[in-house]
């Protein structure tokens, strides 16, 4: 199973941009479906978006669809988070998460691995 460690977040000004990474360790990253969720102050987690082993096939949540982008690099073993116009209610703490078996989800039950999470937080 591999471990997941974020990095990226910090404090940025409405449209603004901040580019999440997601590094994980473990030589069986490239089988991992991983996904991005964010939990903001007395909010439930949400889907961001996730992304195919590949690399083949994304989605988004409606709420940042034109405005994020997620990647990853199996040579490197990390997923990225492009996030761009960034809004104040981007503000959350953004996890990733990596599912070895089993197909794409917008369900964080579903991903078996977590990281520790990044604050990103958006000024007005």
């Known amino acids: 199973q591999v471990q997941l460690v974020e990095s990226g977040g910090g404090l940025v000004q409405a449209g603004g941009s901040l580019r999440l990474s997601c590094a994980a360790s473990g030589r069986t990253f490239s089988r991992y479906v991983m996904g991005w969720f964010r939990q903001a102050p007395g909010k439930e987690r949400e889907f961001v978006s996730h992304?195919?082993?590949?690399?083949?096939?994304?989605a988004y949540a409606d709420s940042v669809k034109g405005r994020f982008t997620i990647s990853r690099d199996n040579a490197k073993n990390t997923v990225y988070l492009q996030m761009d116009n960034l809004k104040p209610e981007d503000t959350a703490v953004y996890y990733c998460?990596?599912?070895?078996?089993?197909?794409?989800?917008?369900?964080?039950?579903?991903?078996?691995?977590w990281g520790q999470g990044t604050q990103v937080t958006v000024s007005s």
């Open positions: 992304i195919t082993w590949s690399g083949g096939r994304t």
């Open positions: 998460a990596g599912r070895q078996v089993g197909g794409v989800s917008i369900y964080g039950i579903d991903y078996d691995t």
